[in-house]
C-alpha cells in the first residue's frame, strides 16, 4: 500500500521568509496529492491540491509542485505570516483510493 | 448544512471497557474515513467506506477496532477491550464521493482510556 514520508517535522522561520515542506511517495500508480492544514485545536482542512496530470499549482502565497520520475512533491509557502502557523499534512491517493497522510510538519512563524 | 459531526466529543473510559464513537457525515457524502490522531502525532488511517462497496479494514490496529456505516450515512468505531495505548482523538472525515476530492474533518472524539 501507499506510504507518505515527511520531512521536517518542525519548522522555524521568521515572518517574511519562505517555508518548503517535501513528502516522498512509494506508490507510483498515486495521483492525487492535497495538502491539508491544522491549526492548534482545531480539524484539519483542506489548502492546496494537485493532480499528476501538472506539474506545479499555485494559490496566493502557497504553491505545491510535483516531480513524478521521483514521486516526491512540495509545499512553498512565501511571505510567511504569523498566522500560517499550523501543522501542515501532505497526503497521497490513487483515483477512489483510500488517502493516506504524512506524519506532518510543524510549522512557526515568528514576528 | 451541518459540517461533520461527531460525538461524543471528549470520552473517558477504563482500560478493559467498550467505547462507540459515532460519526454523522455530511449529507449525501458516499465516502467517510475514520482516522486516528496521538498527541502532537500524524494522521493514521484506519478506515475507509466508499458508497455501498467492501469498507477497506487495513488500517485497523488489531481486531478489537471495528466500524460499522448503515444506510450509507452513520458510522461507529467500536473499540473493544480498550487499552491504554488507544487514547487518541478519532477523527472522522466524508467526501462528495471517492473521487479524490476535499475531505471535510469532523472536530474529533478526544478518547481518554484510564
Known amino acids: 500500500g501507499e506510504n507518505v514520508e515527511q520531512h521536517p517535522s518542525t519548522l522555524s522561520v521568521q515572518e517574511g521568509d519562505s517555508a518548503v515542506i517535501k513528502c516522498t511517495y512509494s506508490?507510483?500508480?498515486?495521483?492525487?496529492f492535497p495538502w491539508y492544514k491544522q491549526e492548534l485545536g482545531k480539524r484539519p482542512q483542506l489548502i492546496i491540491d494537485?493532480?499528476?496530470?501538472?506539474g506545479e499549482k499555485k494559490d496566493q502565497r502557497i504553491a505545491v509542485t510535483l516531480n513524478k520520475t521521483a514521486k516526491h512533491f512540495s509545499l512553498h509557502i512565501t511571505e510567511t505570516q504569523p498566522e500560517d502557523s499550523a501543522v501542515y499534512f501532505c497526503a497521497a491517493s490513487l483515483n477512489t483510493d483510500k488517502l493516506i497522510f504524512g506524519t506532518g510538519t510543524r510549522l512557526q512563524v515568528f514576528p | 448544512g451541518a459540517g461533520v459531526s461527531q460525538s461524543p466529543s471528549n470520552k473517558v473510559t477504563e482500560k478493559g471497557k467498550d467505547v462507540e464513537l459515532r460519526c454523522d457525515p455530511i449529507s449525501g457524502h458516499t465516502a467517510l474515513y475514520w482516522y486516528r490522531q496521538s498527541l502532537g502525532q500524524g494522521l493514521e488511517f484506519l478506515i475507509y467506506f466508499q458508497g455501498n462497496s467492501a469498507p477497506d479494514k487495513s488500517g485497523l490496529p488489531s481486531d478489537r477496532f471495528s466500524a460499522e456505516r448503515t444506510g450509507g450515512s452513520v458510522s461507529t468505531l467500536t473499540i473493544q477491550r480498550t487499552q491504554q495505548e488507544d487514547s487518541a482523538v478519532y477523527l472522522c472525515?466524508?467526501?462528495?464521493?471517492?473521487?479524490?476530492?476535499?475531505?471535510?474533518f469532523g472536530s474529533g472524539t478526544q478518547l481518554s482510556v484510564l
Open positions: 506508490d507510483s500508480a498515486s495521483n492525487y
Open positions: 494537485i493532480r499528476s496530470n501538472v
Open positions: 472525515a466524508s467526501s462528495r464521493s471517492a473521487l479524490n476530492e476535499k475531505l471535510f
